[in-house]
Nanobody
């Protein structure tokens, strides 16, 4: 299983970015896809997750600003990030997990700076 993330970049505070992550390979149909992030000097933390049935969860710090969605047919998960703040700066990783599988993509850098 491979995960390919894209969409990171440099954005000003208050701006928006959309991350995408496509999973390929032998993927169990019932799975959880999600986004995590790791800022310099900090531990990796969960940002948002979405089940194959569309149930979502969000970190408190991003509720109301970020939206996670997925395309089941394409095994792709998206993260729409609005009203970005300095503290959102981090490397963002996508993940897919099911009972016998747990896979990570390479991170994509998101930098919020004026």
């Amino acid at each position: 299983v491979q995960l390919q993330a894209s969409g990171g970049g440099l954005v000003q505070p208050g701006g928006s970015l959309r991350l995408s992550c496509a999973a390929s390979g032998s993927i169990f149909s019932r799975n959880l896809m999600g986004w995590y992030r790791q800022a310099p000097g900090k531990q990796r933390e969960v940002v948002a997750t979405i089940t194959s049935s569309g149930i979502t969860t969000y970190a408190d710090s991003v509720k109301g600003r970020f939206t996670v969605s997925r395309d089941i047919a394409e095994n792709t998960v998206y993260l729409q990030m609005n009203s970005l703040k300095f503290e959102d700066t981090a490397v963002y990783y996508c993940n897919i997990v099911w009972p016998l599988g747990n896979y990570w993509g390479k991170g994509t850098q998101v930098t919020v700076s004026s």
